[in-house]
DNA sequence: CGCGTTACATATCAATCGTTATGTTATGAT
DNA sequence: ATCATAACATAACGATTGATATGTAACGCG
């Protein structure tokens, strides 16, 4: 996909995706608009100018760890809700896996698609905007598959979709929340399974 | 309690809990950090030097819009765990009255314990701790109230007292990042039900 | 080799950040 | 009236913010 096509001129003297991992970390520690410039200078190990040329300003290097952390972080979520298992067995995974992932030693606490701005300046409403978005088509794919299960009456009818789907949303948010504070993966693993308690068990009745 | 003292000197050209108030809610919009003291001038009235004088600094400011949020807005929560109904039904309160609160039309959307600052700077991380202390204290009242509940036999002693506990918090701060992104105190209604649903219903018995 | 191109490092930009010095004005007490 | 006190208004502070101008170094290509 990504083809390193040989340019002309003086090479970069630093690996794209290092110094972009580099950034999405201590975005996702401190936020979009606490992260200053000079954090992710000394972060990346790289000159203003630098970053500037390789990644046009602050908010598109941002959006560029959004995409990265898209990509490399929450792909379990996409995995869960497209398993080859019950409704409530994809959303059980879809659950425990954000324990997982929320909770990583190595990597902050939480998810940087709400830690990265749930307030923000008025300058940085869109970006605000974009992690909105970005929450939002998340219980739009809860959604949709809890409408899948339905249509395989995998799921009863009873059920509001929107509904559930906000509340599975909600849910994670609130573990992002407790994984921000130091809860443990049991922990939110825990809370995961107590939160499925609200989700019917199987029955194809509507 | 508070006794307007005539002191010596030239008189308050102000009110000081109408222009805390106006602090209050541009800190519950925007956050700690990116409301600036510009902000804070303008949707104040007042001038650098007269916030400074009345309030030391922002973060004293914050500090004191922070008291004032849990005395006006979020007390709700205490009288619901305090009502005198059952445990279910405190619970019940509870969710439905931060559905209520977090969606007030002439107030920002959402919590300002959880909007103030869920992500901060190295600079501010005391003022984020503070933060988390007045999430984790609502979790520690929560978990007593559940304890009382168990005590009562109004609770099956099955249930583990800390994880359901962390189990409404953490539905709670999903409440409040929906609200942030619009969602109407009929949804966060709907949200509060299936919720509950993970509680277990009366049942006295261990 | 020399040319075009691109990234490099150093230094610095204007704007905004939170905060305060300075002098004036309005009060209560003597 | 005068004095101590405290808040007023104007102006500006040093530091930090995100972002660049400038000149140099390293590559592919002819």
Redesign the pocket.
Known sequence: MEIPE?????????NADTVLEAAMLLFWEHGYEA????MLRDAMGL????I???FT???TLFRKALERYHQTEVSFALAALNAEVSTREAIALLLTGAATSYTRPDKPGGCLFISGALAASPQAQQVADTLKGYRQRSETAIAARLAKGQADGDLSMQISVPTLARYIRSVMHGMSVQAREGATSLELGQLAELALLAMPENSSGG
């Open positions: 040989k340019r002309a001129g003086r090479p970069r003297a630093f992260t200053s410039l000079a000159t203003p100018p630098q500037y040329n390789a300003d602050k908010e």
